[in-house]
Antibody, heavy 118, light 107 residues
Framework: QVQLQESGPGLVKPSQTLSLTCTVS??????????WSWIRQHPGRGLDWLGY???????YYNTSLKSRLIISLDTSKNQFSLKLRSVTAADTAVYFC??????????WGQGTLVTVSS | DIQLTQSPSSLSASVGDKVTITCRAS??????LNWYQQKPGKAPKLLIS???GLQSGVPSRFGGSGSGTDFSLTVSSLQPEDFAVYYC?????????FGRGTKVEVK
């Protein structure tokens, strides 16, 4: 069974960098054909796809965040990470990691709330 | 970017009702349309993939249909545990996009 677990600070100050890690178990992030996504959900709102990184190392980012977002892989730890710089209160959200396929997101982390506040 | 227009945004229904939610894509996405159920404080749960493929363990009262630009999710007989928010999502291209959600509430 594939499991994902987000980790990182729950509170980030404005203008700083939000860093989250997703640890994957039950599957190798190096397996060809899979990509690994970050998705966020503002309080009481819908789901926003932020971007993904594929096992090849290729990345694709949501255009609206492209200038602030980096997603990376750490195959030695079977993890992938998100770094979002220059955060504002508008980045306060629950952040989910999930395994991306052309058949949707079958496996998700439980989500982690990140609050941007001084 | 492919826009997904989901309707209605909310609906009120009773246990036993048949409920239908629609999702329209701004361009053809073949059958690369997935449906999720989300309950408060939880990650979304994949119900249906590829427009009509019921995920393992999902009750057969859930059904999906459509192709191209028009899709629907139907719950044939709503159960108490089905009151939740439902999202469609396209996996045809990047950026991936979601519909805005449909909240199914108790009437």
């Amino acid at each position: 069974q594939v499991q994902l677990q987000e980790s990182g600070p729950g509170l980030v100050k404005p203008s700083q960098t939000l860093s989250l890690t997703c640890t994957v178990s039950g599957a190798s992030i190096s397996t060809r054909g899979y990509c690994w996504s970050w998705i966020r959900q503002h309080p009481g709102r819908g789901l926003d796809w932020l971007g993904y990184i594929c096992s090849s190392g290729n990345t694709y980012y949501n255009t609206s965040l492209k200038s602030r977002l980096i997603i990376s892989l750490d195959t030695s730890k079977n993890q992938f990470s998100l770094k979002l710089r220059s955060v504002t209160a508008a980045d306060t959200a629950v952040y989910f990691c999930a395994r991306d396929t052309n058949s949707g997101y079958e496996f998700w982390g439980q989500g982690t709330l990140v609050t941007v506040s001084s | 970017d492919i826009q997904l227009t989901q309707s209605p945004s909310s609906l009120s229904a009773s246990v036993g009702d048949k409920v239908t939610i629609t999702c329209r894509a701004s361009q053809s996405i073949s059958n690369y349309l997935n449906w999720y159920q989300q309950k408060p404080g939880k990650a979304p749960k994949l119900l249906i993939s590829a427009a009509s493929g019921l995920q393992s363990g999902v009750p057969s009262r859930f059904g999906g249909s459509g192709s191209g630009t028009d899709f629907s999710l139907t719950v044939s007989s709503l159960q108490p545990e089905d009151f939740a928010v439902y999202y469609c999502q396209q996996s045809y291209s990047t950026p991936r996009t979601f519909g805005r959600g449909t909240k199914v509430e108790v009437k």
